[in-house]
C-alpha cells in the first residue's frame, strides 16, 4: 500500500476548499442577479433613472433639499431618512432617490469624503453586508451606506452604537456605482 505524504493532503485539502468556494461564488453570483428587480418599481417607489436616461418622478417623492451643495455628490437627509445621487451632467441631475434605515448614530450636518470602500464585510451590528461606503466618523465610529446582504433593512437597536445608514440592495448597488472613493457626501437635516 503506498504512503500519501502529507504534502499530498493539505494539497488535495486546498483544492477542495477552493472548488467549494468557487462553487458559493457562482451560486452567490446568480443569486445576486436573481435579486434585482425586473419589473419598474411600484408608483411608491423613488426617482430613479440611469445615466442618459429620465427619470421619473413618482408622486410624493421629496425634491432635492436646498443648500445641499453643488456638483456630483451624494445628498443624505438626517429628518427624511433619504439620499439622493445628484450629478449635474445628467438631465435631470437627480440620477436615483431613496429612503433608507439610520444607523443610531448620525453625522453632523456638512460635507464629507468617501474614505473608503468594501464590497463585504460585517457590519456594527454583526450582520454581514455589501457595498460599503463609508464618510464619516462619529465617537470612533464609521459611518456609512450598506445593504444587508439578506436584504433586510431592520431598525438598529439604539442601545448599539452603530453607524450603518441601510439600503436596499439594489440601493446599495446603485450608490456604489455612484460614489467612488473621494466622493462628496453632503449631509443636511
Do not use: C
Not at 433586510?152 to 460614489?179: M, S
Request: charged content about 20%.
Amino acid at each position: 500500500m503506498a504512503k500519501i505524504g502529507s504534502g499530498m493532503v493539505v494539497t488535495g485539502l486546498t483544492l477542495g476548499a477552493l472548488a467549494v468556494v468557487a462553487a458559493l461564488a457562482v451560486q452567490a453570483n446568480g443569486t445576486e442577479r436573481k435579486a434585482a428587480p425586473a419589473s419598474p418599481p411600484p408608483p411608491t417607489a423613488t426617482t430613479t433613472a440611469s445615466p442618459g436616461a429620465s427619470a421619473v418622478k413618482r408622486p410624493g417623492t421629496p425634491a432635492l433639499p436646498a443648500d445641499s451643495g453643488s456638483g456630483q455628490r451624494v445628498v443624505y437627509s438626517l429628518d427624511a431618512d433619504r439620499v439622493w445621487l445628484v450629478d449635474p451632467a445628467h438631465k435631470p441631475q437627480v440620477v436615483r432617490t431613496f429612503t433608507v434605515q439610520p444607523s443610531t448614530l448620525d453625522p453632523e450636518p456638512g460635507s464629507y469624503q468617501v474614505f473608503a470602500r468594501d464590497t463585504a464585510l460585517t457590519g456594527s451590528d454583526g450582520r454581514p453586508i455589501e457595498h460599503v461606503v463609508l464618510f464619516a466618523r462619529v465617537s470612533g465610529t464609521v459611518v456609512g451606506f450598506s445593504a444587508a446582504v439578506d436584504g433586510t433593512t431592520p431598525k438598529p437597536d439604539p442601545k448599539q452604537r452603530t453607524g450603518g445608514i441601510r439600503e436596499t440592495r439594489a440601493d446599495a448597488k446603485a450608490l456604489w456605482d455612484f460614489a467612488g472613493l473621494q466622493s462628496t457626501v453632503v449631509v443636511v437635516r
